[in-house]
């Protein structure tokens, strides 16, 4: 219902065509994009890029590459030491899984890391992507470490030496002053309280690592001597996540009036929070569809103390060569740099050398994974059930079920390749069953996707589903509410393009680019597709990937069904994506 309540507020919000949510004129036949506010220190932030380097090939709202992106980084640079002030970049993480550009090599991420590494980071820091397997985590240590060197801050999170010895991955913190203004920082980064890491590395819990005798010590070494505490994290932003905000708690004992921004991740969504008068945190996004921006307003020295509004400033710049330009009054003849363009070589050359060109099919339209209900024709689960599914090997009737965790991304229009496999549908989960009358059958999705069941178990849904807010439920939609929430004046509402219309602790002018709103609507935990021919309750097989057999063994308990201690047979190594891909090959979707 907070979807609800929420819908109906941006319909308000935007009722005036002509008029931007900042209260400035915005003429019609400008690009619809909002001015960035500048500051004595300004900050590009990226965060779970996933090796979407290559931009956004078949999606133009997102379509700069990560040469565009050093070139942009470059011109903002410039512009700010202009103006004498400074830019900091910051990366907040997760920079493999998710883009055949990381994933189609072993180890993942040894062709997309060398590119991302040629951004100039001021500030990055490590997500728990770079942890599952000992193999990335030591590329990790080797490629990005060594190359940006006490620049890597992690606080919380160690590498294990040959010798046995735990060692920072980077430097603990860093202390330095910025080029321009001079101000002097201090800078942290911490990673959420990750479990699953690889043996050859550690995470403290936050909590734990800020009572350690050396974050005492390096606090108090600094008393009196910052003029800003930058902390870098794979952690969320939002109130309802604590980590950050027990960290601020304990940094206020030391720092009771130092500015202080915190630069999250892992949920994938954009955020902006307010901490205090004097802390903010950004969070920007996922996949290389945000550039995050943050401005701040130094000034101690003013009559009145500067409201957090009138101090700190912040934009969620969408991933495109029209945002690049326009924040950078540059033109295609004037925008690249000699390193963007070298990055952008290196991209073509790399995913020529993959084969990630390489192209299966054609898909005519888009399906989404949560802009629309699992059940709407453009549902990539109602295409997966209906078209995709009875195509798995075996034979009889059946039902298969799936967990909605196990699409990626949306399917978009245009070519799919090798690479559009691993954006949406890449995990390698092999097929099992069990035989159980057709009346237990058919009722384990519905058991797996009560609401009490989808608040205990984490896993089954896509990551981004899980620290939404704002989703909506289809029972809402069902009653009038179109995927554009609201419409606006006939002209303006034409010309905009869907995509996010964010709301923070500052409202909702953040987004660059003026959009429509896309509804990211709640998806279940898992959905099933029907293969039967009768009515009949004869025994049929019920499928499903190994992995959710836990899950599938409670539903089947809940439901009264005794197995009598049958362990599931494999039923089929022909991983989804595969089958995707054969059904792209062979016919048009
Ligand atoms: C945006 O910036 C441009 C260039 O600096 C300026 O000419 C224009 O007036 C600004 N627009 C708004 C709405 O502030
Ligand atoms: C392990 O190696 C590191 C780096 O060479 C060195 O600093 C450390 O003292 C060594 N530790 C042990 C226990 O040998
Ligand atoms: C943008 O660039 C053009 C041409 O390069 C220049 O004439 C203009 O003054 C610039 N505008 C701003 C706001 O810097
Ligand atoms: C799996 O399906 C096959 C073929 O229908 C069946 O013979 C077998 O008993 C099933 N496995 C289990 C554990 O029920
Ligand atoms: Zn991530
Ligand atoms: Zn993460």
């Not at 997309?112 to 100039?120: G, L």
């Not at 080029?179 to 995470?203: E, H, I, Y």
């Not at 057709?438 to 608040?455: E, F, G, M, P, R």
């Not at 029907?530 to 019920?542: I, T």
Request: charged fraction near 20%; charge should be negative; glycine fraction near 6%.
């Amino acid at each position: 219902m907070i979807g609800f309540a929420f819908v109906v507020s941006c319909f308000i919000l935007v009722t005036n065509a002509s008029i931007l949510t900042d209260g400035s004129l915005l003429p019609l036949d400008q690009p619809l994009i909002r001015n960035l506010t500048w500051k004595d220190v300004n900050f590009l932030h990226t965060t779970d890029t996933h090796g979407w380097y290559s931009g956004h090939l078949n999606q133009k709202q997102y379509s700069a590459n990560w040469g565009d992106f050093v070139s942009f980084a470059a011109h903002m640079r410039q512009i700010a030491h202009g103006q004498g002030q400074d830019l900091l970049l910051v990366d907040s993480g997760d920079r493999h899984d998710g883009n055949g550009l990381s994933d189609i090599t072993t180890p993942n991420g040894l062709k997309s890391t060398p590119i991302f590494i040629k951004q100039s980071y001021d500030i990055l820091t490590i997500g728990n992507h770079e942890l599952y397997l000992l193999e990335n985590s030591v590329m990790e240590y080797e490629t990005v470490v060594r190359h940006f060197q006490d620049k890597y801050v992690c606080s919380n999170v160690e590498f294990k030496l040959d010798n046995g010895t735990f060692v920072p991955f980077g430097s603990k913190y860093r202390y330095f002053e910025t080029p321009v203004q001079r101000k002097r920082v201090l800078a942290f980064g911490f990673l959420f309280d990750f479990k699953r890491f690889n043996s050859g590395t550690k995470v403290t819990p936050i909590a734990e690592e800020m009572a350690k005798k050396w974050f005492a010590e390096t606090l108090r070494r600094y008393q009196g001597l910052v003029d800003l505490i930058i902390i870098a994290g794979h952690t969320p932003i939002a109130h309802d996540w604590p980590e950050f905000y027990a960290l601020h708690g304990h940094l206020r004992r030391y720092y009771p009036d130092t500015i202080i921004q915190y630069f999250g991740g892992h949920s994938h969504i954009r955020d902006f929070t307010v901490f205090d008068d004097k802390a903010t945190g950004i969070q920007s996004g996922r996949y290389c569809e945000t550039v995050g921006w943050v401005s701040i307003d130094m000034e101690e020295q003013k009559q009145q103390e500067l409201s957090v509004k009138e101090r700190f400033s912040r934009s969620y710049i969408d991933f495109n060569l029209d945002s690049f330009h326009k924040h950078t009054n540059t033109s295609a003849s004037t925008f690249d740099t000699p390193s963007g363009k070298q990055v952008t070589e290196l991209i073509v050359k790399t995913r020529k050398e993959l084969k990630l060109n390489k192209l299966i099919g054609t898909v005519n339209t888009n399906y989404y994974v949560d802009y629309v209900p699992e059940d709407h024709p453009k549902s990539i689960f109602n295409l997966l059930c209906n078209k995709v599914l009875p195509t798995l090997p075996g034979s009889g009737e059946r039902l298969i079920v799936i967990n909605t965790g196990s699409i990626r991304y949306d399917l978009y229009k245009g070519p799919y390749t090798v690479d559009s496999m691993y954006i949406v549908c890449p995990f390698e989960n092999r097929w099992v069953n069990l035989t159980v009358p057709k009346s237990v059958a058919s009722k384990v999705a519905q058991k797996l996707n009560d609401a009490s069941y989808i608040a205990t178990t984490s896993r089954l849904k896509p990551p981004q589903q899980y620290l939404n807010k704002f989703l909506v439920s289809k029972s809402v939609s069902d009653h009038g509410f179109s995927q554009t929430p609201f419409s606006l004046g006939d002209n303006l509402g034409q010309r905009l393009s869907k995509g996010y219309v964010t709301h923070d602790d500052f409202g909702s002018g953040g987004d660059d680019t003026l959009h429509r709103a896309v509804v990211n609507f709640k998806v279940p935990n898992v959905v099933q597709s029907v293969q039967f021919e009768d009515e009949v309750d004869s025994n049929v097989d019920l499928v499903f990937y190994e992995f959710i057999t836990p899950n599938i063994l409670w539903a089947l308990k809940e439901l009264d069904y005794k197995l009598d201690n049958v362990v599931p047979d494999v039923y089929s190594n022909i991983y989804l994506g595969a089958l995707l891909n054969e059904k792209i090959k062979h016919s048009s979707l």
